[in-house]
T-cell receptor
Framework: GAVVSQHPSWVICKSGTSVKIECRSL??????MFWYRQFPKQSLMLMAT?????????EQGVEKDKFLINHASLTLSTLTVTSAHPEDSSFYIC?????????????FGEGSRLTVL | DQQVKQNSPSLSVQEGRISILNCDYT??????FLWYKKYPAEGPTFLIS?????DKNEDGRFTVFLNKSAKHLSLHIVPSQPGDSAVYFC????????????FGKGTKLTVNP
């Protein structure tokens, strides 16, 4: 199957700083990428849909100014957590929809664990 | 309002036996269903899917059954292996899978040797 890579896989930062997480589709072009957040023992919650070359579509309750999403190319989407606070500590996962060669299937990254001190 | 429900947070089975993981949904617009397996600190990996035009899909040891009238699907793993121990997420989507996925809360499966 296709490969989606996230970086960094683990990040610790101080409260008030900003953190950028990258999501790359390594062997296919993804016009659409999705960002999820998972709290301990809870489901994956969709935060936003990222479309290449246009603004992201945020789910209800997700602050677009706090979670900045940029999908500048067909293989890269970034999530920036601005002015991070301890309550932003979570596991962030991206997914990318494969192109026709992969039947439009959804592939997930390995996830990025953010800890805000 | 939870549209996809996995009511069992955990399940424990013996190696070699059948594991049955259940999932219920409420949105009648869902027409594509998927199961993902997830290890701690990793992203989910796709296991198997089923379209609403089918009631069964099989792939090796994994079989997914769909009961549209009951809005219920289940994942059967036979025979279960210790390496199957993980959290299993049920997900649903509309428009043949092209819409966003809605996930259940997951069921933690433990297969005992």
């Amino acid at each position: 199957g296709a490969v989606v890579s996230q970086h960094p896989s683990w990040v610790i930062c101080k409260s008030g700083t900003s953190v950028k997480i990258e999501c790359r589709s390594l062997d296919f072009q993804a016009t659409t990428m999705f960002w999820y957040r998972q709290f301990p023992k809870q489901s994956l919650m969709l935060m936003a849909t990222s479309n290449e070359g246009s603004k992201a579509t945020y789910e209800q309750g997700v602050e677009k100014d706090k979670f900045l999403i940029n999908h500048a190319s067909l293989t890269l989407s970034t999530l920036t957590v601005t002015s991070a606070h301890p309550e932003d500590s979570s596991f962030y996962i991206c997914s990318a929809r494969g192109d026709r060669a992969f039947g439009g299937e959804l592939f997930f990254g390995e996830g990025s664990r953010l800890t805000v001190l | 309002d939870q549209q996809v429900k996995q009511n069992s947070p955990s399940l424990s089975v013996q190696e070699g036996r059948i594991s049955i993981l259940n999932c219920d949904y409420t949105n009648s617009m869902f027409d594509y269903f998927l199961w993902y397996k997830k290890y701690p600190a990793e992203g989910p990996t796709f296991l198997i899917s089923i379209s609403s035009i089918k009631d069964k899909n099989e792939d090796g040891r994994f079989t997914v059954f769909l009961n549209k009238s009951a809005k219920h699907l289940s994942l059967h793993i036979v025979p279960s292996q210790p390496g199957d121990s993980a959290v299993y997420f049920c997900a649903a989507s509309g428009k043949g899978g092209s819409e966003k996925l809605v996930f259940g809360k997951g069921t933690k499966l433990t297969v005992n040797p």
